[in-house]
């Protein structure tokens, strides 16, 4: 006679079943609920903003305006344009005079 070893058959073998999906169930609601410790972590050492300079070269500002360098000495000479520094014969801008600047250049319309 032979024996049917199918787990419907096999009470023993549906008892183990159960047991397994049990336990998988348990383990995957602990996995969802528990960050994977195993998993590598990428620690990305904080490294500060570079500062914002507070100086402005001639160049620095016609690129920032989309204008010439020539402009700007232009303007310098008849007195237009933001005030500047002069340091050992470089002409500087300070931020501050130039947002100012940019700020007073602001056109809002009225209608």
């Given amino acids: 006679m032979a024996t049917n070893n199918t787990s419907s058959s096999n009470p023993r073998a549906e ?3 159960d047991v397994l999906d049990a336990l998988s169930s348990g ?18 050492s904080e490294v500060p903003a570079e500062p914002a300079r507070q100086l402005l070269t001639e160049i620095m500002l016609a690129d920032r ?8 000495q232009r303007w310098r000479t008849v007195g237009e344009g933001p005030q500047y520094l002069k340091i050992v ?9 130039i947002e100012a600047y940019e700020e007073a250049c602001l056109i809002r319309k009225v209608f």
Avoid at 89 to 97: E, W
């Fill in 15 to 17: 008892k183990m079943g």
């Fill in 27 to 44: 383990i995957s609601k602990t996995a969802a609920n528990e960050p994977n410790k195993f998993e590598p972590q990428i620690l990305v």
């Fill in 89 to 97: 014969g470089k002409v500087l801008y300070r931020l501050k005079d």
């Fill in 65 to 72: 305006w989309v204008c010439s360098v020539a402009r700007l």
